[in-house]
């Protein structure tokens, strides 16, 4: 049997079984001409009520995604690689990937990093649905700003958030002057295609000042630079991991009076793919290219991501506070059918006695995905005297299908498996925060949760046997606490600190049966982890705002977490026996010397450590977490100029920087049965650009990797007895671009 096909198998029978403001409070706005500047206020929510952003007691970055848009950027990784103290795995085609913050990766299937749209938990909250690999990115959607949080919020968010959360705040539909916009962009990645974008958006009052309308959508064909060699026939084809993505909502905002808003929302997305972009490389040790720079030895095939949303949000002005409520359905399906002859058309044969060569086809067809109902209630009051508060009762229903079918042609089921699960969480939370003085106030919050999951496993087929099974419930009631404290010695200046916790919850373990004595190797539950965090920063700016700050040193403490492990060779759920300690800081500076000049620079430390050996997934007491880079820093810079009458010029350019880091524990036990300790080498990308603009029109010009380096973003090795291959995903190599954006 080959390696890939052995590699294969387990695979499958593991399965079965602005820039950037997050310093200042304040940003600068060019009002057109010369040096007038105008400093804006930056106002975020990441709190569930408006504040400065200086006064959140979190480490908070809030971010205009146009700022990226127009440089080129049309995904959420560059934003990642531009914001301290997170970094962002990418599997090789728009949204699927993972992320890492605060020194907690991802490990098992259910994220460890929360995305929201708005009020909207758009991941799932179980490991059935791939949502650990599924990432909902909307850069390209009418999205006022991005709000990264970092550090658990399990009070105001619930679970899966225990790194950290990320949130799209939509721009309210116009209410009293119409506005639209249109853009389109074309770009070349060196040795690849060209891929092209095209966006729009209207807004406008139906009724004035009570009634108003918010169209939007965008094109997105992305040219792909992977090759595809086929070790059978020696054939190769250029650059079959190109992409297309679109997407269309509706927004519609009505004020009937001013103290009642009723908002509804609907959004569909969808991503269509051959493959993921992941190249194959020569060996454990090495970013060389197996069959060349950037190729792929897997067959070309049919996938897609596709997302559904609506919410419907109603809020109420109470005098003394606000009354909110907001109902939402989240659908994604993760699909695909992949050509798997090569891998295992050798085994088909074999298996159904037939002659070597009969078996034509192998088809793998997979089938995740999530319907998620959500309910929640909210009331925010204003401060009152020298208390403030927010109380909310949160419900969800959340239903995951996940299928994979092997089938061989002539008729043979190597493999058909189901697992659909039922997730339902009913929760309460509160916070009250107490003004000791204008300037000194502390916080305590709770949230308290009740998760149930319902798990059914079947199967059939020559590789993984006859079964249908109910598996026992899993129950759980866990408490997250925040508890927060911010001094303002001056106008300028915020001391903060906090300590949270957050957790993912307990859940049903997919069963694996041991194949001699028939007995379930998989413990019946993966425990609830959690993850508690030790914060204090400081925040502010100097000399009217020309240098801004953002200052954080951070400890957490990840307890059993959830994790793949491995049980008389088979690997299943479970939960590690001990669990990590990390440390780490992290700071983000922009300095403003002139009016039309800007430098930001963030950087990071991060060190995650196992706290004792784990022999059942091969940690060792003080491995390093795998995919937790040490150090991570960002420096942009923009300068702005005048080039003709009413012509505005920007020149600008950055460098991005991503050290080394393990991408596997150490594996004192078990090697031939996980990874082999591995080494992601260290990145320095460079990027630039230049536009000019007069009113509402502006044209640029972009080239991001400069200068064209080849670098890892993430890579997987597998051990000799699961087929003994590497495969990476590389940096997009140079890609050149132009775009021009026209607003109404």
Known sequence: MSKNIMRKYALLGAVSSIAITSAPALYAQSTGSGNDFVFEEIVVTAGRREQNLQDVPAAVTAIDPSDFTVKGFKGVGAIFDYTAGVSYSDQGVIGQGSVTARGVSQSQETPVFGVYLDDTPVSTSTGFAKGSSVFFDAMLMDIERIEIIKGPQGTLYGATSVGGMMRYISRDPALEEFRASAGADASTTKDGEWSQTYNGRVSMPIVEGKLGLTLSSFYRDIGGYVDYADLGTGDVTEDVDGAEVYGYAADVIFKPTEALEIRLKYLKQKTDYPLLGAVYLAGPTTDEGLVGDYATIDAVGDNSIDYEIATGSISYDLGWGEASSTTSYVKYEVAGVNDYTALFADLADLLDGRAPGTTTAVDFTSAASSKKYVQEVRLTSERMGAFEWIAGLYYTNEDTENFQSLQATPALNLANVGFPSKYEEYAAFADVTYYISDNFDVTA????????????????????????????????????????????????????????????????????????????????????????????????????????????????????????????????????????????????????????????????????????????????????????????????????????????????????????????????????????????????????????????????????????????????????????????????????????????
């Not at 059914?456 to 006859?466: C, N, Y």
């Not at 997250?480 to 307990?506: C, D, N, W």
């Not at 954080?552 to 939960?575: M, P, R, Y």
């Not at 200068?707 to 890892?712: A, P, Y």
């Open 445 to 744: 919050g709770m949230r308290l949760s009740h998760n149930s999951v319902d798990l059914v496993a079947g199967g059939s087929g020559v590789l993984v046997g006859e079964s249908n099974e109910i598996l026992p419930s899993s129950n759980s009631t866990v408490d997250t606490y925040l508890f927060s404290a911010r001094y303002r010695p001056a106008e300028e200046i915020s001391i903060y600190t906090r300590v949270a916790s957050g957790y993912r919850p307990r859940s049903s373990s997919l069963p694996a049966v041991d194949p001699i004595t028939g007995d379930n190797l998989a413990p019946p539950f993966m425990e609830s982890d959690s993850v508690w965090s030790y914060e204090i920063g400081a925040k502010g700016s100097l000399a009217d705002n020309m240098f801004s700050y953002d200052l954080a040193l951070w400890k957490i403490d990840w307890s059993k977490f959830q994790t793949a492990v491995s049980i008389n060779g088979v690997s299943v759920g479970g939960n590690a026996a001990d669990g990590v300690s990390g440390h780490g800081f992290e700071g983000a500076f922009i300095i403003r010397p002139v009016a039309n000049f800007t430098m930001s620079t963030n950087f990071a430390y991060s060190k995650s450590t196992l706290n004792a050996d784990e022999p059942l997934f091969g940690g060792a007491e003080g491995d390093l977490v795998p995919n937790v880079p040490k150090w991570t820093w960002s420096v942009q810079a923009d300068y702005g100029f005048d080039v003709a009458s009413e012509w505005m010029a920007n020149i600008g350019g950055g460098l991005r920087y991503v050290g080394e880091f393990e991408t596997a524990f150490s594996n004192p036990a078990g090697e031939e049965y996980f990874s082999r300790p591995s080494q992601n080498d260290s990145r320095l990308v460079a990027d630039m650009n230049f536009s000019i603009s007069k009113d509402n029109l502006s044209i640029g010009l972009y080239a991001n990797n400069l200068f064209n380096t080849r670098s890892l973003i993430g890579r997987t090795d597998y051990a000799v007895s699961v087929g003994g291959t590497s495969t990476g995903v590389f940096e997009r190599p140079r890609t050149i671009g132009v775009n021009f954006n026209v607003d109404f």
